[in-house]
């Protein structure tokens, strides 16, 4: 099986940490295909960021079906593009957000989410609302990290997320945490062992989802909002956005 991982945004690092965290869960005989787009923002923090990085996804996307992907997993905790992605893919497609959230709910009966800044927060509420998981969800709660901090040394990223985590379970009653970023791919075995809960890292999540929607031959329903869309004029505009 080929699992097509794409980071939104256009950071290498990020992109490589992705990769590592896909290929330490992926079944023998399933292979990781990481790419990100060449144009688009550096992190996506935000609504504002989300737009800017629809195209280069997209095109990302286009290419990764044109090579043969088996399924498709968006790399962003905010689930960026997802919708419109499903509708224009061959493959089926999957965000980490809504990966995270399903597998929480299913070893927890309240979990939270722990994620980066607080302008996070809104979007990630909103689509814990449109899975219909916003009440098995004790609390969305950010750490005060940008993206990139993950990115880097030295820094106390690590331990304010972890303080996040003791807060969620002392005043949320949280039972498990689901890692609201990419970037925290990394830290998930860590911060289980530490605070003696499930932690959910989304894009190991996805990786398993995706096989086992392949294992049962299963593809995106094209009735309704995700049917194939119609050529537009803009459609040659993704080539622009190649990884």
Do not use: W
Request: glycine fraction near 8%; hydrophobic fraction near 45%.
């Amino acid at each position: 099986m080929r699992l097509h991982v794409v980071n939104p945004n256009t950071t290498a690092s990020m992109t490589a940490k992705i990769a590592a965290a896909a290929r330490s869960v992926a079944l023998p005989g399933t292979v990781i295909d990481a790419r990100q787009p060449a144009m688009g923002p550096v992190s996506i923090e935000g609504f504002y960021d989300e737009a800017f990085a629809v195209p280069g996804m997209l095109g990302c996307i286009r290419e990764a079906d044109r090579d043969g992907a088996d399924a498709h997993i968006i790399a962003c905790f905010d689930d960026t593009g997802l919708d419109a992605a499903r509708a224009a893919a061959k493959a089926p497609v999957i965000g980490i957000g809504e990966a995270g959230f399903h597998v929480a709910s299913l070893i927890a009966a309240r979990f939270a989410v722990v994620t980066t800044l607080g302008v996070s927060i809104v979007p990630i509420e909103h689509n814990l609302r449109k899975y219909g998981l916003a009440e098995r969800c004790a609390r969305v709660r950010a750490a005060d990290v940008p993206v990139l901090a993950l990115e880097e040394r030295d820094t106390d990223a690590l331990g304010k997320i972890s303080a996040e985590i003791t807060a969620a379970i002392r005043d949320d009653r949280a039972e498990a945490i689901v890692l609201g970023c990419a970037g925290m791919a990394d830290l998930a075995t860590e911060l289980a062992a530490t605070h003696g809960l499930p932690v959910v890292d989304g894009v190991t999540a996805a990786v398993t989802l995706a096989e086992s929607l392949g294992r049962l031959g299963l593809k995106t329903s094209r009735l309704g909002p995700y049917a194939a869309p119609r050529s537009k004029p803009y459609d040659g505009l993704l080539s622009q956005f190649r990884p």
